[in-house]
């Protein structure tokens, strides 16, 4: 690969952040490259997977191509006796670690390495997050507004998919008669004569396609307060080079982020970068509706929003959640998922590490996790679990494998915080543009910047914060 000058700005990470940047500069005359190093599963680059006709037909094979694709992200090898004798444990690498304790862990977290990354296999659900509650203050509201709403418009995001359904409306008429706040959930799509095209990256980019080069970046070059280039591993030749651009912008991921940054040494005098990590704990159960509901189409999105006096947030999809359930000869158009997101504050010792020679599957240095819950955790998490089960009563019977349960840690797949955004380097990775403190052209985009006590799907918040950053970048005099 040769070592030229490849475009203005390269964005390193083709999910849904990186394409709402690429999207963003293509669209203010910036030239842009977008290099990921996944596997492409479509024959257009990283679509959303469900809009592959297969997966429109058969939702079970769809949940059994979701749970193919996600690999745990940091677990202890197991031990196993075999006759007597203990059997060696999987080498360290590839999620097994070694180094990662079992009580700190997120054993649910979960990685892929296809093109586009977890957005390509994304629940859709695009709600905005509280703006009294989940706000962060270092932008006004007047902005945040204007950022949601063009977030938004790249994700296509505003139809009410369920206006037409009876259970839908059932849902919504439960619930408010139990005194909560009911309404459609916003849900990136958009409805065609052929049904929902969801929204992947390949969607947020368009129909004008952006160059994408395919390619592993092993680490950033870094001279004074720039980066000057990356060196890449080209696929699938397996060439090194590298690649230079005026501006580079990392949206990996909330985790391989901060590997590449850490593998880089370019952030070495920030000690918050992996810091403050954060998740929503999750509590879960499935009900089943009255036969007389059963019907064709997409069925219930609700949402019951995190208020002052209900830290968490909830949704009700129809939603077989795994295909055991379906394969199993439940009418999934009766099923209705109820998912309680929790808001914890995020805490400075909740953390990800890098540390030795193993890596990811990506080649990404292999993250150990360093998470707990306090008590003020455990009694948020306890109240969300019994108010999801008043709220699910009425509903309908709870289906035997989905009693209403607190799932295991880190099964929401929605870190936050390990590059978070801030007012000044003391307690952040990145300004309030996404530029990373002490540099003057690297920028990071996803859900690590997230610093705030949220219950929300984090992913509108990320592609907000992304068109901010895109704009900084087009119009460099906001950077000053």
Not at 17 to 22: C, P
Not at 68 to 83: E, H, I, Y
Not at 88 to 98: A, I, L, Q, S
Not at 332 to 345: F, G
């Amino acid at each position: 690969m040769a070592v030229r000058s490849t475009a203005d700005v390269v964005v390193i990470g083709h999910g849904l952040t990186g394409a709402v940047v690429a999207r963003t500069l293509r669209d203010a005359g910036v030239e842009v490259l977008i290099v990921d190093g996944g596997t492409q599963f479509s024959a257009r680059p990283a679509t959303h997977l469900r809009n592959l006709a297969v997966c429109r037909t058969d939702r079970a094979l769809y949940a059994d191509l979701v749970a193919a694709l996600l690999r745990p992200v940091s677990v202890p090898p197991a031990q196993r006796v075999v006759g007597g004798a203990t059997v060696p444990g999987m080498p360290d690498g590839r999620g097994v670690n070694r180094a990662q304790r079992p009580d700190r862990a997120l054993p649910a977290a979960r990685a892929t390495a296809t093109l586009g990354g977890m957005s390509t296999l994304w629940n859709c659900l695009a709600p905005r997050p509280n703006p009294d509650l989940e706000w962060w203050p270092g932008l006004a509201v007047a902005e945040w507004t204007r950022l949601f709403e063009r977030a938004e418009d790249l994700l296509a995001v505003g139809a009410d998919l369920s206006a037409a359904s009876r259970r839908h409306a059932y849902v919504l008429k439960t619930l408010g008669e139990q005194g909560l706040i009911a309404r459609h959930i916003p849900v990136a799509g958009r409805a065609t004569d052929d049904g929902i095209r969801w929204t992947g990256p390949a969607e947020v980019v368009g129909d004008a396609p952006i160059p994408l080069r395919r390619c592993v970046i092993r680490r950033l070059i870094r001279s004074g307060e720039r980066i000057t280039g990356v060196q890449a591993i080209d696929l699938p030749s397996g060439e090194v080079g590298t690649i230079s651009a005026d501006v580079f912008v990392v949206a990996a991921g909330p985790l391989r982020t901060p590997a590449l940054l850490h593998a880089s040494n370019v952030v070495r005098d920030n000690a918050n970068l992996g810091r403050y990590l954060c998740d929503h704990p999750l509590a879960h159960t499935q009900v089943l509706l009255d036969p007389d509901l059963r019907e064709d189409g997409p069925g219930v999105f609700v949402e019951t929003p995190r208020t002052a006096d209900r830290p968490f947030h909830g949704v009700l999809l129809s939603d077989g959640h795994d295909s055991a359930v379906l394969e199993g000869g439940v009418d999934d158009r009766l099923l209705v998922s109820l998912y309680w997101y929790c808001a914890l504050a995020p805490r400075y010792d909740n953390r990800v590490v890098f540390h030795g020679g193993a890596s990811d599957s990506l080649g990404s240095p292999q993250p150990t996790l360093e998470y707990a819950l306090d008590a003020s955790d455990r009694a948020i998490t306890a109240a969300a679990l019994a108010d999801l089960r008043a709220a699910a009563a009425p509903l309908g019977p709870t289906l035997p494998v989905g009693p209403p349960r607190l799932t295991s840690p880190g099964t929401s797949q929605h870190i936050m915080g390990t590059t978070r955004m801030g007012a000044d380097d003391r307690d952040s990775v990145v300004d309030d543009r996404g530029r990373v403190w002490g540099t003057r052209n690297l920028y990071l985009a996803g859900t690590g910047l997230i610093r705030g006590a949220t219950a929300a799907n984090p992913t509108l918040t990320a592609c907000a914060l992304a068109v901010r950053t895109a704009e900084s970048i087009a119009r460099p005099a906001h950077t000053t």
